[in-house]
């Protein structure tokens, strides 16, 4: 009997200015996945953050400017859908994402038959809690994209995200670089094109480093984003979802 080879998964972890925290990243999820390649997207940063990650044994794509996550992450599926990798899980570079819960995300895609799966802070599992207008911003979003993607989705924000080999194709060639567009965008894109979105609970950890953003300002600078991005992608038209032979 041919022996079925074991599926090829890239880790992508978008990072900016994150040398505090990235090389204890990549220490995780090496020891935590093995068999997973690991990805740093390098987005512009002025500190050591790609010396860092070479360091710890990850491979590091540098970014000449700060194309913020949106750009850093269709790097990463560029290279994801060159190389033929099968699955890939985004994994940010503050600590907030726990590479234990890549499995649940995986066992979840392949369980559901899904092309994208959403770790989410909303469903049930950990204490993560958002309040004011960044919470009703999310409950707008999460009702329309549920929607939208024809699925129950409470954390459509999420940047912790499992994709196939399909949306993968996809993203490689069709991925917002916007505030919000690799989240909200991203969705409404990939259900246009007749992928499967699925969410399931994890749990979100502190920050390892760096500083959250809360101000009512910033409160409500996100509602305003959060709902114009919402708007673009309902715009958008379709998009096909490239060959899984091809490549971007």
């Known amino acids: 009997m041919p022996v079925t080879p074991e599926p090829r998964l890239l880790i992508i972890v978008p990072a900016w200015n994150e040398q505090a ?74 600590g907030q994402h726990d590479p234990a819960e890549v499995r649940v995300l995986l066992e979840t895609m392949v369980a559901e038959s899904a092309d994208i799966v959403i770790g989410a802070r909303f469903a049930g599992v950990g204490d993560y809690t958002v ?30 995200k499992a994709c196939s080999r399909s949306a993968i194709a996809l993203f490689a060639s069709n991925y917002p670089a916007e505030y919000l567009g690799d989240t909200i965008e991203s969705l409404v894109i990939a259900s246009r094109a007749g992928l499967t979105v699925r969410q399931v609970g994890v749990r979100m950890r502190p920050r390892a480093g760096g ?14 984003r959060a709902l114009l991005a919402l708007l673009i992608a309902l715009s958008r038209p379709s998009e096909p979802v490239a060959a899984e032979g091809a490549r971007a």
Do not use: C
């Open 21 to 94: 925290t990235v090389a204890s990243i990549i220490d995780e999820i090496h020891t935590t996945l093995p068999s997973a390649d690991v990805v740093v997207v390098n987005d512009g940063s002025t500190d050591r953050t790609a010396e860092l990650a070479k360091n710890a044994g990850a491979r590091v794509l540098d970014l000449p400017i700060n194309l913020g996550v949106g750009g850093a992450m269709r790097a990463g599926y560029v290279l994801a859908h060159r190389r033929g990798y099968d699955y890939t899980v985004q994994l940010d570079a503050d």
């Open 211 to 224: 500083r959250p953003s809360h101000s009512p300002v910033k409160a409500a600078i996100f509602l305003g």
């Open 131 to 160: 309040r004011g207008p960044r919470r009703w911003t999310m409950s707008i979003l999460s009702t329309v994209l549920s929607r939208v993607t024809g699925t129950r989705l409470t954390d459509t924000t999420s940047g912790f």
